[in-house]
């Protein structure tokens, strides 16, 4: 069976004859290329600026009360940056993409994901992590009240379960439990400590309201 066979019996049965094949992928590249023809021709001012790859930029983040002087590639996450430039490992690396919140800091007192908060977005900002909450060697209060609550089991998530509780209680130093269930619900705890979580969260509003 010639090539002219074959098409026709593709034709038949319904399926795409090699003929068709080529010629709608012709017809695509006709259109990608006439796209960009356009986009080529068209005045300076209507065409998007490329940022090149390495491309960087100065930058001045205050993290827990000191600041840093960096230059930053526009893609860089404060994630990225916290922990593999300034060496906060405290700040967690989860999903990367806004769901889990291990990655919460603190942006001017609001919790944050700082995977999805661009390092140049920082510029400037009050930023705190897990780590500026301690007093040299002792804990926080919010940190302390997680410890005392037993509120993790493996650990991973507590980080960020922490920053988003000191978050809550800085707007609201006193949350009933549904505030509370509310508060820390953009963060996961894949081991399920909720109800240990929420007892911390209460434990620490009351810790931060003697002072202690």
Sequence with gaps: MDHEDRDKSAAATGGVSRRGFITSVGSGAIGVAAASALVQGAPPQAQAEAVKAGEVSP?????????HKLLVEARWSLLHVL??????????????????????????????????????EADGHD???????????????????????????????????????????????SPDLDQIRHGMAGNICRCGAYAHIFKAVAKAADLKRQGR
């Design 59 to 67: 930058i001045a983040l205050t993290v827990n009360g000191r600041t």
């Design 83 to 120: 922990r593999d430039h300034l060496g906060l490992t405290g700040t967690k690396v989860g999903c990367e993409r806004g769901e889990c919140g291990a990655c919460t800091v603190l942006i001017d007192g609001k919790a944050r994901y700082a995977c999805m908060t661009l390092a140049v």
């Design 127 to 173: 930023i705190t992590t897990v780590e500026g909450l301690m007093s040299g060697e002792e804990l926080g209060p919010t940190q302390r009240a997680f410890a005392e609550e037993d509120a993790f089991q493996c650990g991973y998530c507590t980080p960020g379960q922490v920053m988003a509780a000191e978050g809550l209680l800085r707007a609201n130093p």
